[in-house]
């Protein structure tokens, strides 16, 4: 390699210069050159490791992204899913509500019907005898339809 003696004579040369003795002038121009390859393959390597870890990074971070679309996407579907059932309950519950208003207004009409068959007393007279008996079972009728529907809406008949 007759270009690379010229640069290790060259490098000699100026070691000379530089006030190096000439035995040790050889010496220092190879371990320039050897100082130069480690400089150059210092500077390789970092330069591969930053760009890996740049690229490294991008992956880490493409990955977390990626990540948390599918959390967003999977949390928006839940989101979605306890509107539905909220929704659900709520219809549930107004349903149940009508069923329970309407049982007792029933009730209450039942009721009074039951009490306005009882017929008045005539003027100046004693109080007729109540018809107990009606009025009781029409009382006790509506007391077990209430207790029914209080259990179990679909059970107002």
């Given at each position: 390699m007759p270009g690379g003696r010229r640069m290790i004579g060259l490098l000699a040369k100026?070691?000379?210069r530089a006030g190096v003795p000439a035995r040790a002038a050889k010496l220092v121009a190879w371990a320039l050159v050897v100082l130069a390859?480690?400089?150059?393959?210092a500077a390789a390597v970092a330069w591969i490791y930053g760009s890996g870890r740049t690229a490294?990074?991008?992956?880490?971070?493409?990955?977390?992204a990626e990540k948390r679309d599918q959390v967003l996407?999977?949390?928006?579907?839940?989101?979605?899913?306890?509107?539905?059932?909220?929704?659900?309950?709520d219809a549930?519950?107004?349903?149940?509500?009508?069923?329970?208003?309407?049982?007792?207004h029933s009730t209450i009409e039942e009721i009074r019907n039951?009490?306005?068959t009882v017929p008045p007393a005539p003027d100046g007279a004693d109080l007729p005898a109540a018809p107990v008996d009606g009025v009781r079972d029409a009382l006790n009728a509506s007391i077990?339809?209430?207790n029914r529907a209080g259990e179990d809406p679909a059970a107002v008949r």
């Open positions: 100026l070691a000379i390859i480690a400089g150059i393959t490294g990074g991008d992956q880490v971070r493409a990955a977390g996407t999977e949390a928006r579907g839940d989101e979605r899913t306890a509107v539905d059932v909220a929704r659900a309950i549930r519950t107004a349903r149940a509500e009508a069923l329970t208003d309407a049982q007792l039951a009490i306005d077990a339809r209430a």
